[in-house]
């Protein structure tokens, strides 16, 4: 998979459009492609919990509408799925 | 654009006002620079798109459906405490106060449960439904910025919404998905069932299709144009509030009126997700400060970590500590609905018992504290409020209105003026941003020094402070609260909430470090509610044609059955339309807030009002201290008048022509091209069509009438006959908590989108030109006569009768050079003030600097200007908007 600056735990979004990189604090895009020091940020398409039911849509807990591109940093209830972790 | 004038020498030509400034551009005077720190954050912010996001939203309404048929106050508090739970903390470089109001520099998001179809699809169902009831008619009408940190059209992943709001593509399907789940149990949907059932329902809705009204009040920005109360955080932390809440539970827990129960317990569920929201971002402070490399960064981020964590539970410290929580729950208000115009209010008298402290102590020092405060005005400049484009547009123009106030009395009547205000004075000088906006509170006992540091600050072209007459606020206040307990002594703890609307206060005992401090806050919900903006001038274009809105050619009223053969027939005729109009707002306002309070009842500001903790009442159960806050607000009032005395003296007096030849020339606009067709929204610049010469004659005898702003007695006699009747009429209408209405005047932005839509008037305005901004300001180029005889025209009222009145002036940069041009400009606002005005703003610009703004925008990112009651960048004003301001008279000599 081709991840972008947003993917990434070190992203500090701006705007819709760009942001800046928590390491170094460079001025960078969002939907550029990463660097080699990316890390994985937490998002519902990257939790146990989340099943995706159609496009940018899903589950959460199988009952729960959801979002895969949710940012999940703060949900207590995040888990990584096995191959993410 | 604070460059340094070269003090150019005038040459010897004159106009009406004095001499005519230099063929070049005069610059505004040049101000001292912020702190590096600040500099950057600003370069941030002008580099910065407004963003939306869904994070709380979608919080919200998961926990909102998770729990039906909960108690519906509990079911609020959950949803909130599971939104604030849930903000992604954002931690930018540099920044001394911590947390923003969503996960963007910039961030916003909608509120569905308020309204949910304006920002879908134009082409969608629920769009459609909004349109056909003439809720988004403004929306039509309105023109955005195109600059600036407006994301206005979509592009790669972004969407645009409202003209203004970037929004990711991967969102969109669910804040759709969100949105139909509000369907029909919105604010917005549910009241619109109801508000059917209201007599005359029919003709509301041809008023607001017609844009005779701008828009409801109930669900687009239901909170705001009120004074912030930060007693209770300072006082007892979040924590000594919980404990409150407990108490008050085993108070009422079983006994009559358990709504307190539910009230309380609701606070503590909703300072819970506070308390998270807090630590969320205490714990990214941690997370931050292994990423530097510098020691002195990682501290300064550890000691955020450790301010934050302190002040999710505890009473502040220090000043530092105080600015911080004060910043919280301005913007905790602000996530509590779609809110515009929450005022700071009194800040720098709230914070002055810390920053003296800490001052005496040694701790902080003065160029410490500029700093902080030039932080705090990035942070509200950096507030952006999502609404639909005819709100955020059409009225706001983008700006959200957070108005500081300096200067006033204190509780024992003497001067409020202290050393932190004129630090905040400076900081609005070397931070020149738009938020928050700033009031000097005139009084006879201001000291001069610190008044001189006011004219300072607006001379430089900030376009603040406002100068507003403290003893006439007071007088409004007395006259409309006494009856719920309004004393002189409380008066005097008044501010201004939003843009320029007085606003009761209270004075709370604060204690800190063993002594009692009488601090300043708001205690009454919002002002600005009930009836939004009617518009005169359209308003009198329906009495000439007989209930007809001659642009769409619908039928919004009855006809009024008068023969219109005398002035007097013209002026009863306008009065029974403006009286409809009023009642029916009134009740189908009164419905939208009724919904308002029992869908999404307010907890953060019912738990910072006085006296919400102690009633156990929220503010929509009348918990505050004041509650006579609903208000009927107009725009366009001196077009009126204007356009009354052109039709008294034309057709009634001399009888130049008769009405069917006027009723003819206004259908054609005078022999112009509109505004629509020439792009061009001021009367200047109009372009003339090939039948021109059939109406030139009427044209000009219209425009020759009597002006108000020349201090004529028959137009002036017209102003104050309106301004007289407009006062007591207001009181013959009632709010949803039974308090009679009372008038507010400000036009915000709207008399741009209602002259869009308005004919040609009587005095001589062309169709779809901009209405006259503010309430007493004269229509541009029209006051001939000087600053005095406008200042006599606007005062030939009590401007005490209504909430506020709007005086804007335009005053060219080289009559204010200088100390002695300071003095001049101060004796001058002081003559007005004295004379019995309420309120006067300033622009000190050269109109040659914004022709070329207009034209080269990108040279001019930080240009700001004064609107009406507020300041916005040049670049993200509508062109409506900057042709208004262009077109102002620009005054050239002031003495």
């Known amino acids: 998979m081709d991840y972008t600056h947003k993917d990434c735990k070190h992203f500090l979004a701006v705007d819709v459009f760009k942001g800046i990189c928590k390491r170094d604090q460079d001025n960078i895009l969002a939907d550029d492609s990463s660097c080699d020091r990316f890390d994985l940020l937490e998002r519902c398409k990257y939790c146990k919990n989340y099943k995706a039911t159609q496009e940018q849509l899903g589950l959460c807990m199988d009952t729960v509408d959801a979002y895969p591109d949710m940012i999940a940093k703060t949900c207590n209830d995040f888990q990584w799925r096995s191959h993410q972790a | ?81 599971s939104a604030f739970s849930h903000i992604t903390p954002v931690v930018y470089p540099g920044e001394l106060i911590a947390m923003s109001k969503a996960n963007y520099l910039r961030g916003s998001f909608p509120m569905p449960w308020l309204s949910e179809a304006y920002f879908m699809a134009a082409e969608g169902e629920m769009y459609q439904e909004a349109l056909q009831a003439g809720k988004v008619s403004a929306d039509t009408v309105t023109t955005m910025g195109q600059g600036g940190g407006n994301v206005t059209k979509s592009m790669g992943k972004v969407l645009s919404i409202a003209g203004k709001f970037g929004l990711r593509s991967e969102e969109m399907p669910m804040l759709v998905k969100i949105a139909k789940k509000w369907h029909n149990k919105s604010v917005d949907d549910v009241g619109h069932k109801y508000e059917q059932m209201v007599p005359g329902y029919d003709t509301k809705e041809e008023i607001m299709r017609s844009v005779i009204c701008m828009f409801d009040s109930g669900y687009t920005l239901p909170q705001g144009r009120e004074v912030m109360n930060y007693y209770y955080p300072l006082q007892y932390g979040i924590d000594g509030i919980i404990d409150m809440c407990k108490e008050g539970i085993e108070e009422t827990a079983g006994y009559p009126d358990m709504d307190r129960l539910y009230f309380y317990k609701a606070i503590m569920l909703m300072l819970e997700g506070i308390q998270t929201w807090i630590r969320n971002y205490a714990e990214e402070y941690k997370e931050i400060a292994t990423y530097c490399t510098e020691e002195q960064e990682k501290e300064e981020y550890l000691d955020l970590a450790e301010r934050l964590l302190w002040l999710s539970s505890k009473p502040p410290r220090s000043f530092f500590d105080a600015v911080q929580l004060t910043w919280i729950f301005h913007i905790a208000v602000l996530n509590e609905d779609a809110i515009s115009g929450l005022s700071p209010g009194r ?14 102590k040694g701790i902080i020092s003065r160029e410490l504290s500029l700093e902080w405060l030039e932080n705090m005005r990035m942070k509200f400049t950096q507030i952006d409020c999502f609404a639909s484009m005819g709100v955020v547009g059409g009225v706001l123009s983008g700006n959200t209105f957070n108005n500081l106030c300096v200067g006033g009395l204190d509780k024992e009547g003497n001067s409020a003026a202290n050393e932190l205000e004129a630090l905040i004075l400076k900081a609005g000088m070397t931070c020149d941003t738009p938020q928050p906006t700033l009031s000097l509170l005139f009084d006879e006992k201001s000291p001069e020094d610190f008044l001189l540091k006011g004219v300072e600050c607006t001379k430089v072209g900030t376009g603040y402070p406002a100068w507003i007459n403290n003893q006439v606020a007071m007088e409004f206040l007395m006259t409309n609260y006494v009856e719920e307990g309004m004393t002189i002594e409380e008066a005097r703890a008044w501010a201004i909430g939003g843009c320029l609307e007085t606003s009761a206060c209270s004075w709370m005992p604060l204690e800190y470090e063993d002594m009692t401090h009488y601090i300043p806050g708001g205690s009454a919900p919002a002002t600005s509610v009930g009836v939004h903006f009617i518009s005169l001038p359209k308003i009198l274009e329906t009495v000439l044609s007989r209930g007809i809105d001659k642009r769409t050619g619908q039928r919004v009223y009855e006809d009024h059955h008068f023969i219109l053969d005398s002035y007097e027939s013209v002026w009863k005729a306008f009065k029974k339309y403006f009286r409809e109009t009023v009642k029916v707002l009134t009740l189908t306002n009164n419905i939208q807030h009724d919904a308002w309070r029992k869908i999404t009842p307010s907890l953060v500001n019912s738990m910072l009002k006085p006296d919400c903790l102690t009633k156990g009442k929220d503010i929509g159960q009348q918990g505050s201290r004041y509650n006579r806050t609903f208000n009927v607000e107009i725009c366009g009032g001196v077009n009126l008048a204007n356009a009354l005395a052109s039709l008294k003296k034309n057709v009634f007096e001399d009888k130049n022509f008769s009405l069917k030849e006027l009723r003819e020339a206004l259908d054609a606009n005078f022999g112009y091209k509109t505004a629509q067709e020439t792009g061009s929204y001021s009367l200047i610049d109009q372009q003339k069509s090939e039948n021109f010469l059939t109406y030139l004659k009427i044209h000009k005898l219209c425009m020759d009438a009597p002006k108000y702003g020349n201090d004529d007695p028959m137009v002036d006699g017209i102003f104050k006959e309106w301004q007289e009747w407009f006062a007591d009429m207001c009181s013959d209408y009632t709010s949803l908590y039974d308090k009679a209405l009372y008038p507010c005047q400000i036009s915000v932005s709207t008399h741009a989108p209602m002259g869009a839509v308005t004919l040609a008037t009587p005095d001589g305005r062309l169709a779809g030109t901009t209405f006259v901004d503010g309430s007493v300001s004269a229509y541009p180029g029209t006051d001939n006569n000087g600053p005095y005889a406008l200042f006599n025209s606007a005062t030939c009222y009590n401007h005490a009768l209504s909430q506020n009145s709007q005086l804007n002036m335009k005053i060219h940069p080289s009559v204010v050079q200088g100390r002695e041009g300071a003095k001049k400009f101060l004796e001058m606002i002081k003559a007005y003030l004295r004379q019995g005005a309420f309120h006067a703003q300033f622009n000190v610009v050269d109109s040659r600097m914004l022709k070329d703004a207009q034209e080269n925008p990108d040279e001019y990112r930080g240009l700001m200007v004064r609107v009406a009651g507020f300041t916005q960048y040049w670049v993200e004003l509508g062109k409506q908007i900057q042709d208004e301001v262009i077109a102002r008279t620009e005054y050239q000599e002031i003495g």
């Open chain 2, 1 to 81: 654009m604070n460059t340094p004038t070269n003090g150019k020498e005038h040459d010897s030509q004159y106009n009406h006002f004095g001499k005519l400034a230099s063929e070049q551009t005069t610059v505004r005077e040049a101000t001292d620079a912020p702190s590096s720190r600040t500099l950057r954050a600003k370069e941030r912010y002008f580099v910065t798109k407004s963003s939306a996001s869904i994070e709380y939203p979608y919080w919200y309404t998961r926990t909102w459906e998770a729990l039906e048929g909960e108690i519906p106050i509990i079911r609020r508090a959950e949803a909130m405490k």
């Open chain 2, 347 to 360: 800040l720098g008298q709230v914070l002055y018992p810390y920053w003296k402290s800490d001052m005496d």
